[in-house]
């Protein structure tokens, strides 16, 4: 048996059940690891730490775990973590639902100022959205957009199409549903009814009917028998009812469910006191299984050797999934083309059906009747009636069988536009087989990097092709191996950028930042810009450096300029999609928090009294690149300063990209101008990329 690795409707079900005792916890911390694995740390009066995990990556799970199972905390947090830190951070946790009998869960979380919603999709590629409390969506691991539904931060969340929900299905509508299958019990159950493999073999076990049975065959006593081990198992699933367990082959981890299972009597069995718990320890024994199959070396204790074997072989499991997954996408893209090629094929039998199901339906004739007259169409044998397969009054669809092929017609749409969903879905598939085609090629880029690390790690050369001091013109595009160099510096964790004379200058991010960088960082020769657009950063001109002593120091009047165009270009002018604006400059004793008489300031305002120099008609413009000397790193600023300090750079104007996508499009590009992809991904990903763009959408400039 393949060992479990994504939980399932029926055990979502579950859980939904067991997270409502944990309602109230306070939220500590978010965590991100790996792009795909997200960690929330809670804690509660009563139980103390709480940690939540979900993850959607190869393994596609949402469950608490046992503090000891806590992975390390990562690295410098990435911007998806930070922002559900500032989110989250002090909110109540109001509990969480699961989406029809779908494996989607919202988590919903409150606090004094706003309200999040974290939706977890456990299914296909998976994916973790951020709202708000209208449910747009602040953030996403991934964008998605299809025709059927977009996820992308400023659109309004939507879930996927709705499926048929057994739980809350009447006998009535049960049978229907099943009767609607021109396949077996089991089959029906697993695909129609949305249970899966498993547990449609499970209550066909418990009803006591053949699992291979078909449904033509069916009678009132098999569907009576399986409705009735329906009902039974959603009980079980109720509060108290649960008693979850862990099945063994061999000391091997193969499944873990709420409820025992008549279907894995032979297997070994643990019994947990929580579903949650059993999940934790499954996937924890899962991992020491993999690493155990895998023969992989234990890392001896106290050595700095970089575990290259892991990485290698994380890349290779990689490959192989994105083979398995671009297998088959010719052949359904194929069959999408024919059934759209024999709706005009067989256009007028087509119109004939779609015709008179609305005809029908204008008159308010019910479903039931209209697939009774196709029935009595099919004994008179009437073409139109006997290409009729099913008919779904729920989802208003009709399945017609044409030669070998059954295809789904939209009853509210004519012939053209069903033909025209269905050449949407070949090109949608043949897309998607291209990004996995390019994805695929990513990644053997990856492995190949680790190879030849480990190769120069084993061959003595830790930091290999290091430049000597004597080297000059470097080409860094086309060398095959760029060493990192990273010393990360205080002023980065607001905006920044140095000016094309080599002054710093500074941005706030939010009002934090804002109240931060004058009462720390503002001094007596710097310079102080701000426009007279609303959300603007507040922007400080560095004449000195933070440990040097204050002095008077000329500053150039390009320096000026970049650090007025940062400030506009930061602003919500580039928001609302504007070209240009006005900023002005004031030295730092113009600049109070002390309100005029009768005035309030908000956290982040502040007022400036005294003359204003002002620049205007300021243009926005910001350009994004990859500095490789003296340190390596992401840049971003004005484009005259950052042309003369990267390696090569994007020029970014507004545009329709949100920020997220306009990240991933830049690091796409920079991984296509450098030889060694593995340097920019390890210096420049989407992440890194994103601190730099302003808000809004952008497009590169041409």
């Not at 947990?272 to 996937?283: G, K, M, P, Q, V």
């Not at 700095?304 to 990689?318: A, H, K, S, W, Y």
């Not at 053209?416 to 990644?443: F, M, P, Q, S, V």
Request: include cysteine.
């Amino acid at each position: 048996m393949d060992q479990k690795r994504e939980l399932t409707s029926v055990d979502l079900a579950a859980l939904v059940t067991e997270f409502g005792a944990y309602e109230g916890a306070k939220v500590d911390k978010a965590y991100l690891y790996d792009d795909d694995l997200l960690r929330l740390k809670m804690r509660d009066f009563e139980r103390g730490r709480i940690e939540l995990m979900i993850e959607v990556g190869e393994q596609k799970r949402a469950h608490l775990l046992a503090p000891e199972h806590v992975p390390d905390a990562p690295g410098r947090p990435p911007n998806f973590a930070m922002m559900l830190r500032n989110r989250l951070s002090g909110a109540d946790f109001a509990g969480v639902e699961q989406f029809e009998f779908d494996r989607i869960l919202s988590f919903h979380f409150t606090r004094e100022d706003q309200d999040t919603i974290i939706v977890a999709e456990l299914f296909g590629q998976g994916n973790i959205a951020v709202l708000n409390e209208d449910r747009e969506v602040i953030s996403s691991l991934e964008t998605v957009r299809l025709k059927s539904r977009t996820v992308a931060p400023g659109s309004i969340y939507e879930f996927p199409s709705s499926r048929f929900h057994p739980f809350k299905a009447s006998y009535e509508q049960f049978v229907a549903k099943m009767e609607q299958s021109d396949t077996d019990l089991v089959r029906t159950l697993a695909t129609q009814l949305n249970f899966g493999g498993l547990y449609a073999e499970e209550l066909c076990t418990r009803a006591g009917v053949e699992k291979a049975k078909d449904i033509d065959s069916a009678t009132d006593e098999d569907f009576e028998a399986l409705y009735d081990a329906l009902g039974r198992l959603k009980e079980s699933l109720n509060p108290g009812n649960i008693d979850p367990r862990l099945y063994t082959e061999d000391d091997r981890p193969v499944d873990v469910t709420p409820i025992p299972l008549e279907e894995h009597a032979e297997f070994d069995t643990e019994a947990f006191s929580t579903f949650n718990d059993a999940l934790d320890e499954y996937f924890m024994r899962l991992e020491a299984d993999d690493a155990k199959q895998s023969g992989k070396p234990k890392k001896s204790a106290g050595s700095n050797r970089p575990d290259f074997e892991e990485r290698i072989e994380r890349q290779q499991r990689i490959i192989e999934q994105q083979e398995q997954a671009i297998s088959g996408f010719d052949e359904r893209a194929d069959a999408e083309r024919e059934r759209a090629e024999l709706l005009y094929r067989e256009y007028d039998l087509v119109n004939d059906i779609l015709s008179t199901v609305r005809g029908a339906r204008d008159e308010g004739v019910p479903w039931r009747e209209i697939e009774a007259k196709f029935e009595e169409g099919k004994e008179r044998e009437i073409p139109a009636a006997e290409a009729v397969v099913s008919v779904d009054g729920s989802t208003a669809t009709v399945t017609i069988q044409i030669d070998d092929y059954t295809i789904d017609l939209d009853t509210t749409q004519g012939v053209e536009h069903n033909a025209d969903r269905l050449y949407t879905e070949a090109k949608r598939i043949a897309e998607k087989k291209e990004g996995a085609l390019a994805a695929i090629e990513d990644t053997r880029e990856e492995l190949a990097s680790v190879k030849r690390q480990r190769d120069e790690w084993e061959a003595g050369d830790a930091e290999p092709d290091e430049p000597t001091d004597d080297e000059e013109d470097i080409d860094w595009l086309n060398r095959q191996s760029i060493p990192v160099r990273k010393n990360e510096q205080w002023y980065e964790r607001f905006r920044w950028f140095h000016t094309s004379d080599g002054f710093l200058v500074i941005g706030g991010r939010n009002a934090d930042d804002n109240e931060e960088l004058v009462k720390k960082y503002l001094d007596k020769s710097d310079l102080f810009f701000h426009t007279q657009a609303h959300g603007g950063p507040i922007t400080i001109l560095k004449a000195t450096g933070p440990s040097e002593p204050a002095r008077d120091v000329d500053i150039p009047e390009q320096s000026k300029k970049e650090a007025a165009q940062f400030a506009v270009s930061y602003s919500s002018v580039w928001k609302d999609g504007r070209f240009a604006d006005e900023a002005y400059m004031v030295s730092k004793d113009q600049v109070s928090k002390t309100p005029e008489s009768g005035e309030y300031l908000e956290k982040g305002a502040f007022t400036i009294r005294g003359d204003r120099t002002y620049f205007k008609k300021t243009e926005v413009g910001v350009a994004v690149g990859i500095r490789c000397e003296p340190r390596t790193e992401v840049i971003g600023g004005p484009p005259s300063a950052i042309k003369g300090q990267a390696e090569t750079y994007i020029e970014l104007e507004p545009g329709q990209y949100a920020q997220n996508d306009m990240a991933k499009m830049c690091y796409r590009e920079f991984r296509e101008r450098f030889a060694d992809t593995s340097f920019v991904r390890k210096v420049a990903s989407p992440d890194k990329i994103q601190e730099f763009l302003p808000p809004g959408g952008s497009r590169m400039r041409d």
